[in-house]
């Protein structure tokens, strides 16, 4: 048939023939409820494109209400225009929030994903109404679906950080957090991955070793400033160590790099007054740090590069770190607390067999086992060895004077090990003893409902 014989029929149409002629009386709204009706007529008849056209006619003159613009957002959907129907999804769910109407919202949002289950746009937003709304572990179990389907999946972790650290969480947001660090980092968004240390180093009690990957990523980026803050902040937590050496080494580094740092000037100057030489074999004496108003100019960076420029930073780091390539073997000899920094620091970097190496050394001693056994774990986990894993979460539930924080975080990784060798119904015993002590830790009852499905109940 012919388009103006289309057109024709169309006007033909009763709905359509009193919606013009309300049209022409300036009776909007009347016209508007006829189109609306054409369009159920259409919808009904199979005419899906037609109702849509008509029910945008419609919201030209802003006369679509809420129940009409959700049934919009629905044919969208059938029709397979999933961006538009998102986002007019979205515009239901905002003016049902402007009218207080919370749990419309929710109720909007649970049937667009059931129509557009790959829009992750549309979870974000429903776990963000259940966290403004209190209900913070709905909002971790959906950005846990989120990462069961896609695992690398960014935004999801940093939510999960921020949920788990409003919830006083902190090794779970930690995890999350450093998790994100680590895919910004592949990906080279490093700004990004900055952010998400920051959050490391703000919740962490010991967080040298976000410092330390904080430094070196503000060394790459060439933001000076950023990186001498965190050095500074380096240095001040060597000496709440009482790592009064490593701290001076920090603070002799900050003064090369900006030699007009004053708290480096200060510190320097008075650490001078009782300590002349320093273990490491470098000499300080008090003439050979220039006084602030002494200090040299900077050189210019030359064309091309930053005013700090990369390897430089990675240079210091290693520095800071105690790691020298051209040291003899055993020149350097580091303390328990420093291999487990170490160790972190390189697990962080994704170099998982020196992160190894310094946990082990770290195990040894009685007050870091719980922690380093933990992390020996997550390194074999990483390197796919699940059966080594195993052994040192238990050697870390065997360690005296273990806390119940400690043990219900060990209990639940020994399961994921235990899931992974393939020891299914050790890892559902696991679990169940995490159940025991704290029913909301992670999703812990969600591993249980699926291992307790596997096995028929």
């Known amino acids: 048939m012919a388009p103006e014989n289309n057109e024709r029929k169309a006007v033909e149409d009763p709905y359509l023939a009193r919606a013009q002629e309300y049209v022409r009386d ?75 109407l919370a749990e419309d919202a929710v109720d909007v949002l649970r049937n667009a994903m059931a129509q557009v289950p790959d829009r ?38 940093e939510a999960l950080g921020r949920l788990y650290a409003k919830r006083n969480s902190l090794a779970e ?50 933001f000076k400033n950023e990186m001498v803050a965190r050095m500074v902040d380096l240095a001040r937590l060597s000496e709440e160590r009482g790592e009064k050496e ?76 105690g790691f020298r390539p051209d040291a003899g073997e055993g020149e350097v000899v580091e303390s328990p607390q420093v291999c487990y ?8 970097m994704g170099i998982t067999e020196e992160a190894i190496h310094y946990l082990q050394l770290a195990s040894h001693e009685a007050g870091l086992r719980i922690r380093a056994c933990n992390m020996l774990g997550l390194c074999f986990l990483e390197k796919e060895m699940p059966d080594m894993a195993v052994k040192e979460f238990e050697r870390g539930l065997l360690t005296p004077d273990v806390t119940e924080d400690e043990t219900v975080g060990l209990y639940y990784n020994l399961g994921v090990a235990c899931e992974r060798f393939g020891d299914y119904r050790r890892a559902l015993d696991e679990y169940r003893k995490v159940y025991a002590i704290d029913i909301d830790y992670l999703d812990v009852r969600e591993k249980i409902r699926r291992l307790r499905a596997r096995d028929g109940g």
């Open 26 to 100: 300036g009776r909007i709204s009347a016209a508007c409820a006829e189109y609306l009706r054409y369009a159920d007529k259409c919808e009904a008849g199979g005419d899906l494109m037609t109702a849509i056209k008509y029910y945008y006619k419609v919201d030209e003159y802003q006369l679509l209400d809420i129940k009409s613009r959700k049934k919009l957002a629905e044919l969208l959907a059938r029709v397979g225009n999933k961006s538009r129907a998102v986002s007019t999804y979205l515009e239901v769910v905002d003016e049902f929030l402007t009218q207080g």
């Open 120 to 157: 992750l746009t549309l979870r974000y937003r429903l776990a963000d109404l259940y966290e403004q709304g209190g209900q913070s572990q709905k909002a971790v179990n959906i950005y846990l679906q989120v990462l069961e389907d896609h695992p690398d999946e960014v935004g999801a972790w």
């Open 173 to 222: 947001a930690v995890d999350a957090y450093l998790r994100a660090c680590r895919f910004n980092e592949e990906t080279g968004n490093l700004i990004a991955a900055a952010k998400d240390y920051e959050a490391v180093a703000t919740l962490k009690g010991d967080n040298a070793a976000a410092l330390k990957k904080l430094i070196e990523i503000y060394g790459r980026l060439g």
């Open 246 to 321: 490593r701290a001076l080494s920090i603070y002799s580094k900050i003064i090369e790099i900006d030699p007009g740092n004053e708290e480096a000037q200060s510190r320097l100057g008075k650490a001078i007054q009782v300590i002349s030489v320093l273990p490491t074999g470098n000499s300080l004496t008090k003439d050979e740090i220039p006084a602030p108003d002494e200090a040299p100019p900077e050189a210019e960076p030359a064309p091309g590069e930053t005013a700090f420029p990369p390897e430089r930073a990675i240079k210091t780091v290693d520095d800071l770190l």
């Open 341 to 348: 920094d170490l160790g972190l620091a390189y697990l962080e």
